[in-house]
């Protein structure tokens, strides 16, 4: 269980997130939506302990603030919304940095297996500067997944937070990533993910957080959440749900296996 | 959170398996070879500038004179063991700390540009120089007289420490150091100390408008066990903390926050760093004077060569900053010889291009 209770924070004397219950289970994805602004990222941050923050936040019950960093390393991998690399790795080298910081440290053959797991066999030797941004997406996934590689350890879930994992990505990739996601949740890791695709959302996630500026608009399962009224209040816009619009346009819905 | 993509790619496409079972982008076995062989290089370099000087004194005769159990001759025992032998030591301790501080200060700023001489440290140093070589004559005896022939060497130390502290000072805030704030401070103190030496070289002579040439261009001219014993410990003490900075630098490599979402103190390993850099660097400034350029050259062709893992980068860094001064000194030596150029000249001549070149490469990382 990752919960994060009252959390307050002010970024350059603005409030941001003005008091957010969050909480989610191992086992389930858990998907934060919302806006543009309304502070996925921010809350993200704050349970991460990247921002400083009024409230608390507890992993299994234990309070963040009073674990170690390695120790915090070992049990929840972090994937940023922006990625950077300062110095030319390859990619290679890269998930070896993810790998060194897990408790899987000496499985030399990981990499190669998390390359697999993203669609990116034999992209080892290659430069992470001379991939495509949705490429360094996925490479930057897998770091992550090296870093928590076993969904359950030592009896404790690990957890995948993931700001934005398939804003990158085209559909197939999109679909991937996500498969991943649920895959770690069955197995029994949590996965907490902030996604603006609704329709992935919908079909992939176990519970949804929706935020509204800065604060919690609704917390559920995804068919509760995701209804005409609630998402066209918090986005602004007519939103209808389960009703593909007659038009002149062509209407692409992606569809997971088995639905 | 804007992304930096600073750093040159080093040829094109993919790094491809060494022959063996290695990996592709798998780079240590061909790490650990540069590293052999710069170690055989220093070593070459280090006893050809044994033989090299303005004196007639050669190598080979008094090794033979040494092996057949004669005493060597008064004067090539001077020239070698207390003129060549503490210059070639003073030359690889200082290119090696050098080397090993840019290599450091890049890694801790995520930026291949970044040098000691950027953050004002250097220049802390120099006018530490400059203040006593101008205004030392000024001080009561008893305070300038336990120091004698180190005055200089001293104050540069001081100077180098002062800015540093002042540096972490401002740039530090809620236990938090952000580099940005961190190098513009930098800027600031360079040019605040820069304008103080200026005003000092005012008020010099003629005989100390010399010294303070020799040593704003840098020189190993001046090397003396002595000065080799003061800087020697300090660099070394710096050189075996560096390495386990390593896999940290490499992390921070993704950012600030990734590094710590992979379990590195990213704060403590911040201000460690900082203090290797400064005693490095102060320590090699005092003795030598401000050399320019090693700290920036020779990282960079390493990182070209063997990658930017600091695992190797900063050991190999040590090696060949260390070669490449005593080869710089040679050089110094030998060109005008009777006469000596100071060893700043020759690492700007060559430095001077090759850190354009390297702008060149990331001028599109950079804005231009
Ligand atoms: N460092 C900062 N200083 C001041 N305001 C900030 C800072 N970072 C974020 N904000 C503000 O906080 C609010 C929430 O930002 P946050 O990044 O959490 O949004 P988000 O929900 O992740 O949005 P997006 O969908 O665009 O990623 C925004 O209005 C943003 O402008
Ligand atoms: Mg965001």
Redesign the interface.
Known sequence: MLEAVGIEVTLAGTPVLKGVDFAARAGEVTVIAGPNGSGKTTLL?AM???VAYAGSVTLEGADVTSMK??????R???L???????????????LR??L??GRMARRADL??AALERVGLS?F????Y??LSGGERQRVQLARVLL?VWEPVADGRPSWLLLDEPVSALDIGHQLEVMEIACDYARRGGGVVAVMHELNLTAMYADRVALLHGGRMAMQGAPREVLTDEMLSRVYGCRVRVNAVPEGPVPFVLPQAAGI | ??????????G??????APGAR?????SARARLVLAGLAVLLCVVAVASLTVGATGTALWPVLKTLASGEALAPRDRIVLLDIRLPRMAMGLLVGGALAVAGAVMQ?LF???LADPGLVGVSAGAGLGAVGTIVLGGLLPAWIAAPFAGYLVPVAAFAGAWITTLLLYRVSTHHGRTSVAVMLLAGIALQALAGALSGILVYLANDAQLRDLTFWNLGSLAGATWSKVLAAGPIILLALCVVPFLS?AL??L???E??A??????VQRMKNISILCVAAAAGAAVAVSGGIGFVGIVVPHLL?LAI???HRFLLPASALLGGALLIAADMIARTVVAPAELPIGIVTAVLGGPFFLWILLRNRAALGG
């Open positions: 941050k991460t302990g990247e960093g390695w120790e915090l390393a070992m929840r991998g972090v940023p919304q922006a990625a950077q690399l300062s110095f030319p790795f390859t990619v290679l080298e890269i940095l993810g060194q910081a990499p190669v034999g080892e030797g290659r430069f500067h001379d870093q | 959170m804007a992304t930096t993509d600073l750093g040159p790619t080093p094109a496409g993919r790094v491809r398996s990996l592709a982008g798998d780079r890694g995520r930026n291949p896999r490499n992390a490599a993704l950012g926050a990734a710590s979402h992979m379990g590195i103190p990182r990658g930017p893992d």
